[in-house]
Nanobody, 127 residues
Framework: EVQLVETGGGLVQTGGSLTLSCQGS????????VCWFRQVPGKEREGVSC????????YYADSVKDRFTISSDNARNMVTLQMDSLKPEETAVYYC????????????????????WGQGTQITVSS
């Protein structure tokens, strides 16, 4: 059974930092694209960042460039998202997703569906 478990969410003040982790089991992060999405109730899901786990190519939404850093530890089957300078409007549930390596394919990875999803972790940025 494939499982993705996100950890690291919580409450942080504006300008603070958090690190999210996505731990995979039942699959191997090697030829996959792993992404982070976020969603606020009543709003559309938003792509945050993706990584090509085999080629270590990264992709970021414009809104998080230079503040967020995605990385992959294939030996541990884990992808992390370091988030700095957080803003109140980034309060959301953050989800990890695994699927085809669209980053390596050179297309917008946020436009595609992903095969496996985690349960999500809440991040609240207080003003």
């Amino acid at each position: 059974e494939v499982q993705l478990v996100e950890t690291g969410g919580g409450l942080v003040q504006t300008g603070g930092s958090l690190t999210l982790s996505c731990q995979g089991s039942g699959l191997i992060f090697y030829n996959d694209g792993v992404c982070w999405f976020r969603q606020v109730p009543g709003k559309e899901r938003e792509g945050v960042s993706c990584i090509s786990t085999r080629h270590d190519i990264t992709y970021y939404a414009d809104s998080v460039k230079d503040r967020f850093t995605i990385s992959s530890d294939n030996a541990r089957n884990m992808v992390t998202l370091q988030m700095d300078s957080l803003k109140p409007e980034e309060t959301a549930v953050y989800y990890c997703a695994v699927g085809h390596d669209y980053v390596r394919a050179g297309v917008d990875p946020f436009m595609y569906e992903y095969e496996f999803w985690g349960q999500g972790t809440q991040i609240t940025v207080s003003s």
